[in-house]
């Protein structure tokens, strides 16, 4: 058993934080009514491994690849649902479940993608009513024979390319009923794995392909409370080597252009480049942004979200800049090396740790300095609000949204995995 803390403790720990806090200017509580707000939107693919309901295929590549083969994982709607209940019951503050196209359920009956609809999602729906949760979407570009062949909405086949709007059609259409039933806007995210492994002959073609494949998909205007298109740029993938599609300069120039919302994948970057460096610069020009945190090691490798230095920096820039209401915040990582829900709650509750510990942050203070020109002092500043008593701020945190503080959920986690997921071949 890990260790629990009391709720006298939690309580006093936190008087003597939130003084500290005060001494710089800081208001705790402002800061944990501004948290409990931001909604997180967490990704389905964590509790499968990025398997959806389709069954048959087996078909994977297309730049998604969920490694490791720990038990338990999730093998229907019902388990997936299951699973996520279980494991927000340990996240605090406001939450979203992000479905793709490929988590749909029909009953056992196949139904390609340019045909799903509304009804075959009417079992999500329900259950995000229920629990209080707004949905995303995202067609799925991948696990198809469709996309063998590394093109989607850029193929130069027109009958591969058509079946590709189409699904994207049904898509956006599907999301907007979610945003309606829900009354919450349901994000509609895209990304295709278009791209080709060694160096290609015609860039351009295809991202002109692409362009117009995506006017088309977009043409229907749908009602913007209910849904909202994005579209997610990457620099390079399993097979897309040497050239992606859709790449940042590509989705920039479209998200500018056609008003749609750009994505920014935190692993999509070249190595040295940190989306948190993007933001500002973007800011600017771009009315809502969505951003899927996510821990790149080495590459786009989607490790689980960590409260490491990249994710406390996206955090800071979004609350120094304000931006809380045009930035959407989205997490993609999957894991198949550890328990689903381990990794779900451990990244989700990585992310709000860093939302909450830049709002704590006494940036009027730095900002004074800065434009003092001391930046020397600037500099110290920096180091000492690293080691303010954010923990207890944290467990307070935790304890008022009704969720175990500290490593107690651990013991959860592990009593469930015996009681439900080892039962699972
Ligand atoms: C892939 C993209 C994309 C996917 C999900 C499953 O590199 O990051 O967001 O991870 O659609
Ligand atoms: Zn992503």
Redesign the pocket.
Known sequence: MYPALSEEQINDEYVKAKEMYSAFGVDTCQAIEKLKDIPVSI?C?QGDD?AGFEGESGITGG??LATGNYPGRARNGDELRRDFETAITMIPGKKRFNL?AMYLETGGKTVDRDEIEPGHFSRWIDWAKELNLGLDF?P?YFSHPKAVSGFTLSSKDKAIRDFWIRHTIRCREIACVMGKELGTTCIN?L?L?DGSKDYPADRYGHRMILQEALDRAFEKKLDPDCTLDAV?S?LF?LASEAYVVGSHEFYLGYALTRSVIL?M?A??YHPTEDLSDKLSALLPFCNRLLL?V?RPMRW?S?HVVLFDDATRAIAREIKRADAFHYISIAL?F?DASINRLTAWVTGTRATQKALLFSLLEPTDLLVAEEDKGNTGNRLALMEEFKTLPFVPVWNYYCMKEGVVPGASWIDAVGEYEEKVLKSRS
Request: charged residues 25%; contains cysteine.
């Open positions: 990704h693919w990025c730049g998604i793709h995202n799925t995210n990304w794995p997610e990457k993938g994505t994948d692993g999509h899927h996510s786009d989607d993609d999957f």
